[in-house]
């Protein structure tokens, strides 16, 4: 191996190693278990439009991981894009089935309730969920995006995709809003340990939702959402299809899992798609 070939070996940041594959797979993959397939690609433009581009084919429970993505995306066309191994990129393929598709809304906000649950238990951060869809953590006094969640409708089914920064270092962060779970002070940055605890924890959450029939309420969901939501309670500015612009106290999460909004004039206004943005009340001023 040349000294060019070995500045490009997978090997060469000592501090990010490669998921080991064929241990994820045995930790998660059983035969009475939601995850059915379980793959891992060194890089590739999108996970989410990999899976969708398969759907029709598709296991409920496929997971397809990317060691790093070039074309990550976001709601509303945003790029998400970081260094090779320093973060969990990954899709999974979820196919409700019997439950009403006008609760398959619930699905993102489901998945963020995990997303926080499984990384409260395997690296003993704290994650806030801004609805909503984006995964927040405190640095130092300040709350900083370290994540965030798309979900997309794909064949008979919906394609869930979670980024997660786990070990950029603040040089490495495409903007100072920007933060991971290293930096979080995480006590593990081990990124099979944090997979397999987001897996499992979206299996356990996604089997209450499907037993009660997408049910957010009967299952828990809109209560656990509520719970860990940083939103609600906060002086928001919502930006909304249209054009249109509201601003006012989020007061609640409705039973479709849309954001209730009061405005001055005392009227509520319930949100189900926008851009939000804290105006008052969260630390570190505006997020």
């Excluded at 190693?17 to 993959?29: F, H, K, M, T, Y």
């Excluded at 991981?65 to 979820?94: H, I, K, M, N």
């Excluded at 860990?228 to 609640?252: H, K, M, Y």
């Amino acid at each position: 191996m040349t000294p060019s070939d070995a500045s490009h070996s997978r090997w060469s940041d000592l501090d990010r190693p490669p998921l080991n594959v064929p241990a994820l797979r045995r930790g998660l993959l059983r035969p009475d278990g939601l995850w059915s397939a379980l793959d891992v690609v060194d890089a590739t433009g999108s996970t989410n439009s990999d899976l969708a581009a398969r759907a029709a084919g598709l296991a409920e429970g496929t997971v397809l991981v990317a060691e790093e993505q070039t074309a990550g995306r976001g709601r509303l066309d945003r790029t998400w894009t970081a260094p090779a191994r320093s973060g969990l990129f990954f899709s999974v393929y979820l196919k409700p089935g019997a439950v009403p598709v006008q609760r398959w809304g619930w699905l993102p906000l489901l998945t963020g309730v995990a997303v926080a649950t499984g990384l409260a238990r395997s690296a003993g951060v704290d994650t806030a969920l801004k609805w909503p869809n984006d995964l927040l953590v405190t640095v130092g006094t300040q709350e900083r995006k370290a994540g965030g969640i798309l979900a997309e409708r794909a064949g008979d089914g919906v394609v869930i995709g979670i980024g997660l920064n786990v070990s950029l270092r603040e040089d490495e962060l495409p903007a100072p809003t920007a933060a991971s779970l290293a930096l979080a002070g995480a006590i593990s940055t081990d990124r099979e340990t944090l997979l397999r605890g987001v897996l499992r924890s979206l299996e356990h959450w996604y089997g209450k939702w499907r037993a009660a029939d997408g049910d957010a309420a009967a299952s828990g969901l809109q209560e656990a959402y509520a719970a860990g939501c940083a939103t609600l309670g906060r002086t928001v500015r919502a930006q909304l299809p249209g054009d249109r612009t509201l601003t006012g106290e989020a007061v609640a999460i409705d039973g479709d899992g849309r954001l209730v909004l009061s405005a001055g004039d005392g009227l509520q206004e319930p949100v189900s798609a926008g851009d939000i943005v804290h105006l008052r009340g969260a630390a570190g001023g505006l997020t």
